[in-house]
């Protein structure tokens, strides 16, 4: 465990030297933040989880000088339990062409079949490792070893949102239009980020998320009824 600073205002506490596999890992990181989380030590602005890694901010006039010695003893007591309810969230997927942009890069990349593709990432279980990039986007960690890819040499301008995507050892979706190099192989018709709900991020970090494949008509029929 190492602590190092990020400006005047946030600590970064960094996992990486506790184990080699990357799961635990990961578990740490979301243990150690749910834990910071329910502490509420007075300053304490937000808590991010990384995938080996948890970042708090603070409101430097408000904490007290004490603040770091605090923070190690509550991360030593997270050990690597999450008791929060892990949800599971079924994400709907059209892999049709017109949504799967690259998916022939994908199968050049991999020497796997199209079909092949789609049942590799449509039967994994992924777990949101961190939501972030851009608000409601969730990396998604558990992505077969064989679908592992490059990011795209040159990032789209523009990406559609809902694309379902792929990247090195990650999987995510855009949660709303923007620019974005990982590799489309799909769209949902669920939105992901709605900034008028209680709770704007359909998914939050510690999810357990898998995609259903579905037809064009189904995504057709989905996103009609979603803006009724």
């Known amino acids: 465990m190492k602590f190092h600073p990020l400006g005047d205002s946030a600590l970064i506490v960094e996992f990486a030297d506790e184990s080699s596999d990357p799961e635990r890992l990961l578990v740490r990181a979301l243990s150690t933040a749910q834990t910071l989380e329910g502490a509420n030590i007075p300053g ?29 003893a509550l991360v030593a007591s997270a050990g690597v339990r999450v008791s929060r309810k892990k949800r ?15 998916l022939g890069r994908v199968e050049a990349e991999t020497k796997l079949s199209a079909d092949a593709i789609i049942s590799l990432h449509s039967s994994a279980e992924y777990v949101v490792a961190c939501v972030g990039f851009m608000p409601g986007f969730p990396f998604l960690a558990g992505l077969p070893e064989k679908l592992r890819t490059s990011r795209l040499a040159t990032p789209r301008t523009q990406v559609p949102a809902g694309s379902v995507a792929i990247a090195r050892t990650q999987a995510g979706i855009y949660p709303v239009e923007s ?21 704007p991020a359909l998914l939050q970090t510690g999810d357990r998320v898998r995609f259903r494949r579905i037809t064009r008509d189904e995504f057709d029929a ?3 009824k979603s803006s009724r």
């Open 88 to 102: 599971k969230i079924e994400i709907p997927v059209c892999y049709e062409p017109a949504f799967a942009v690259d």
């Open 222 to 224: 989905r996103v009609k």
């Open 179 to 199: 620019p974005g190099g990982w590799n489309l192989i799909g769209r949902t018709p669920l939105r992901l980020f709605d900034a008028n709900e209680s709770s």
């Open 44 to 72: 304490v602005i937000d808590v991010t989880s990384a995938y080996e890694s948890v970042a708090v901010f603070f409101d430097p006039a408000r904490i007290e000088q004490d603040i770091e010695e605090k923070i190690r």
